[in-house]
């Protein structure tokens, strides 16, 4: 069995070997950009873990998890233009060096790119992988096109807003895992429990972010506190306050939403002293245990030894308990 840093600098070391070598060099030029950024790898290395817990042989499938890093990148660099950020992970944004056109093209690209790495799949799964990939990138976009509807939007529920992460976060995920367990020989049923697992963990990891963007250490997290707030972002911290607050508490935040003019540092100030008294903090861990529950009961259904699962039980700890 590999640990996940090992399996980390695998799929590190054969992006880095990645040769584009068709023309024009100015289509691939910021394509081996954004893969150059790094990041986590955490969806090509849940592949290749679901993958080890049937099969040594990752190289085989370092392809495929190839094909998971480059769609989610190619998902960034859209996201990245149609929020207007100028950086990511520390670099300037694919937009802000190029331009808007570069950045869909070259988007383009990466898409086409990821279904050519994914079919380089074994052949025995190939028709099953596709199917899976196609759902999820069309998914993906569901999510997506939720999440831009949101932002004109005062009434989101829960139920929604978890939908919409479950599409827009979890289910890349789900399908890593249930790809690499498919390829590694799976029963249906165990990859079924790991799609399950990777469902419940994309959604509680998207909940800590939400949690995080409010209550974390800037330092540590790696990006500014309060980010949300400031732009009114529907999450589950905000839609939980406007669930759960009285009739005060309710005008004061319909006060903050939506503001055209204020100062930042007292927007957030008040909207996390809001959240404080309305007890949207607790509310929040409390959904996180929740899923994070249903994760570990999958992981634990799946039919292969307990050591085995180590890693994976290890890895979502490292996720959950995350300050970055």
């Known amino acids: 069995m590999f640990t996940a840093s090992e399996l980390l600098e695998r799929i590190n070391s054969h992006i880095a070997e990645l040769q584009f070598v068709r023309t024009p060099q100015g289509l691939y030029a910021p394509v081996t950009y954004v893969l150059s950024m790094g990041g986590k790898r955490i969806r090509p290395v849940l592949m290749l873990m679901a993958y080890n817990l049937y099969r040594e042989d990752i190289t085989r499938v370092l392809n495929p998890a190839t094909a998971i890093e480059v769609y989610h990148n190619y998902t960034l660099l859209h996201d990245d233009l149609m929020d207007r950020a100028d950086r990511r992970r520390g670099k300037e944004t694919v937009h802000k060096v190029w331009n808007d056109n570069a950045a869909i093209l070259s988007g383009d690209a990466m898409l086409v790119l990821a279904y050519q790495f994914m079919a380089q799949c074994p052949v025995e799964h190939l028709k ?124 004061c935040l319909n006060a903050w939403v939506g503001a055209v003019s204020f100062n930042p540092e007292e927007k957030i100030a008040a909207v996390t002293e809001l959240y404080d008294r309305i007890g949207v903090k607790e509310l929040c861990e409390k959904k996180m245990e929740e899923y994070s529950e249903r994760a570990m009961e999958s992981l634990l259904a799946v039919k292969v030894a307990d050591e085995k699962k180590e890693e994976l039980k290890n890895l979502m700890a490292n996720l959950m308990h995350r300050e970055v």
């Open 128 to 251: 099953e992988v596709m199917d899976i990939f196609s759902l999820t990138a069309l998914e993906i976009c569901e999510g997506q096109q939720l999440d831009m509807e949101f932002e004109h939007r005062n009434d989101v529920k829960t139920e929604e807003y978890l939908e919409m992460i479950r599409l827009k976060t979890s289910v890349l995920l789900a399908a890593s895992l249930k790809i690499g367990a498919l390829l590694g020989g799976a029963s249906s049923e165990d990859a079924e429990q790991l799609y399950d697992f990777g469902m419940n963990l994309g959604v509680a990891f998207q909940l800590k972010d939400d949690f995080l963007d409010v209550y974390g250490d800037a330092a540590v997290f790696g990006k500014n506190i309060g980010g949300d707030i400031l732009c009114d972002k529907k999450t589950y911290m905000l839609i939980k306050a406007f669930e759960h607050a009285d009739a005060g508490q309710l005008d």
